[in-house]
T-cell receptor
Framework: GQQVMQIPQYQHVQEGEDFTTYCNSS?????IQWYKQRPGGHPVFLIQ?????EVKKQKRLTFQFGEAKKNSSLHITATQTTDVGTYFC????????????FGKGTKLSVKP | NAGVTQTPKFQVLKTGQSMTLQCAQD?????MYWYRQDPGMGLRLIYY???????DKGEVPNGYNVSRLNKREFSLRLESAAPSQTSVYFC????????????????FGAGSRLTVL
């Protein structure tokens, strides 16, 4: 079946440093979503990217969708302790059901 | 507005016991899903229901059954629990499954932590 690779699995940063997580697919995606899960919590939707080369920003978070629609990234500028959690990409390969395939997530820890 | 409500939040079972996880959403969403989350494995789809009256297998359906009771409710049943089913289970819903922009965004419940001894 379809798979989406997400790296790194873990990232430890000092507060104020930047953070990036990447998702890669071997086949073209219809769209991609990003979710954040706080420790002990449930995944919460952050954003959806649909167009080739799309870039969206939410305050310190920048999301990109590759030109070939096979990869995506989430970049956090100047991390804060509130950014702690696991970030998941969810790839949509299209089709009538269009089920989302989740990456395994990147667990971010931030040292104050 | 409660969103997606799951019960129970915690459950301990013995091998071979059965149980049902309940899920209800009040957002008038058409599609509902059950995922399991294991350390290092991300979220894996067990079953989904694209619309009332339909259910389909996801990536890891073995050992589970589902019922879409009505538009609001989607239950997950373990007929004979096994230790391999120890996991955190999340129910989710979306306006509509498929690639329609925005319509397949998932709203998750708080999760049900299941331990099978």
């Amino acid at each position: 079946g379809q798979q989406v690779m997400q790296i790194p699995q873990y990232q430890h940063v000092q507060e104020g440093e930047d953070f990036t997580t990447y998702c890669n697919s071997s086949t073209t995606l219809s769209n991609i979503q990003w979710y954040k899960q706080r420790p002990g919590g449930h995944p919460v939707f952050l954003i959806q990217l649909v167009k080739s080369g799309e870039v969206k920003k939410q305050k310190r978070l920048t999301f990109q969708f590759g030109e070939a629609k096979k990869n995506s990234s989430l970049h956090i500028t100047a991390t804060q302790t509130t950014d702690v959690g696991t970030y998941f990409c969810a790839a949509n390969y299209g089709g009538s059901q269009g089920n989302l395939i989740f990456g395994k997530g990147t667990k971010l820890s931030v040292k104050p | 507005n409660a969103g997606v409500t799951q019960t129970p939040k915690f459950q301990v079972l013995k091998t071979g016991q059965s149980m049902t996880l309940q899920c209800a959403q009040d957002m008038n969403h058409n599609s509902m899903y059950w995922y399991r989350q294991d350390p290092g494995m991300g979220l894996r789809l067990i079953y989904y229901s694209a619309s009332e009256g339909t259910t389909d297998k996801g990536e890891v359906p073995n050992g589970y059954n589902v019922s879409r009771l009505n538009k609001r409710e989607f239950s997950l049943r373990l007929e004979s629990a096994a230790p391999s089913q120890t996991s955190v289970y999340f129910c989710a819903s979306s306006v509509q499954a498929g690639s329609f922009s925005g319509a397949n965004v998932l709203t998750f419940g708080a999760g049900s932590r299941l331990t099978v001894l």
